[in-house]
């Protein structure tokens, strides 16, 4: 589903560009790819569930899941890992402003095994207490297909080391502001029965990006970031093959690492 909507977002901006009497809107354009890793805040995550249950999971802990190592065991399976790409088009002539459609393939991972609070019904029976989350015999949660954050951003970038004769960057300082949507494939577990959900648009994020763009060639980049935001699941799926109709609303803020290689293009 996110090939479509970045598809559909492509072609409308294609369409502003070309529509413009007085030249084109955008001065040219980037293209990104690269690798992140996360931190998360703890979230209360709410489960109305298709057999009546309706409880909530206070303060739980989760943890990012990277796997670089794919890479390296199938070297054809870039997009296994955390990925990110990017495609930015130049607002002006000096390349200092642009707009981009920038999507994160995070994995949010709700840790096995420790100790929660949980409050609410299950079974028909009302809870307020402790309990360890067992997949076998409770449940696990993770969005692994992944938590997928599409937004668009405004992007400013300064030249901070320009080259000898100064006809070009060599380092830019870089910051982005932007919010988007969610389109999760959420991974359910319940009481040892598991399904890799469909992809589903599930809610909205929000985020601000820092950080430096190197140029060793005059239009190859490097891009190091530090993001940040906060990510809210409205609607998440979080079926079994028996258990149809649940849904998951959780809210949780995050810090990214972003490592990516780009390329200029010019109009």
Same mark, same amino acid.
């Given at each position: 589903m996110q090939k479509i909507l970045l598809t559909l977002l492509l072609?409308?901006?294609? /369409?502003?560009?070309?529509?413009?009497?007085?030249?084109?809107?955008?001065?040219?354009?980037?293209?990104? @790819?690269?690798?992140?890793?996360? @931190?998360?805040?703890?979230?209360?995550?709410? +489960?109305?569930?298709?057999?009546?249950?309706?409880?909530?999971?206070?303060?739980?802990?989760?943890?990012?899941k990277p796997d670089m190592d794919a890479i390296l065991k199938e070297p054809?399976?870039?997009?296994?890992?955390?990925?990110?790409?990017?495609?930015?088009?130049?607002?002006?002539k000096s390349r200092t402003r642009a707009i981009e459609i920038n999507f994160d393939h995070i994995k949010y991972v709700v840790t096995d095994f420790q100790k929660a609070r949980v409050t609410g019904q299950?079974?028909? /029976?009302? /809870?307020?207490?402790?309990?360890?989350?067992?997949?076998?015999?409770f449940l696990h949660l993770e969005h692994t297909d992944g938590g997928n954050l599409l937004h668009i951003n405004y992007v400013e970038q300064k030249t901070?080391?320009?080259?000898?004769?100064?006809?070009?960057?060599? /380092?830019n300082f870089i910051w982005k502001a932007g919010a988007? !949507?969610? !389109?999760?494939?959420?991974? +359910?577990? @319940?009481?040892g029965e598991r399904l890799n959900n469909n992809f589903h648009i599930a809610g909205y994020?929000?985020?601000? &990006?820092?950080?430096?763009?190197?140029?060793?060639?005059?239009?190859?980049?490097? &891009?190091?970031?530090?993001?940040?935001?906060?990510?809210?699941? !409205?609607?998440?799926?979080?079926?079994t093959a028996s258990l149809k109709g649940s849904r998951v609303h959780q809210g949780f803020g995050y810090f990214e690492l972003i490592g990516l290689i780009g390329y200029d293009i010019n109009f």
């Open positions: 072609l409308n901006i294609a /369409v502003l560009a070309n529509a413009q009497n007085k030249g084109p809107l955008f001065k040219g354009m980037y293209i990104q @790819w690269g690798y992140n890793t996360e @931190w998360y805040t703890k979230s209360n995550v709410h +489960f109305k569930m298709g057999n009546g249950n309706k409880f909530t999971l206070h303060h739980v802990k989760a943890h990012d054809g399976q870039i997009s296994i890992p955390q990925y990110n790409y990017r495609f930015g088009f130049y607002l002006n299950i079974d028909g /029976v009302q /809870v307020n207490g402790d309990s360890i989350l067992n997949p076998a015999t901070l080391v320009s080259n000898r004769d100064k006809s070009r960057p060599l /380092v988007g !949507i969610n !389109i999760p494939r959420t991974d +359910f577990t @319940w009481r994020n929000l985020s601000a &990006e820092a950080g430096a763009r190197y140029y060793p060639l005059k239009r190859l980049f490097i &891009e190091g970031t530090a993001k940040s935001g906060y990510v809210h699941y !409205i609607n998440a799926l979080a079926n």
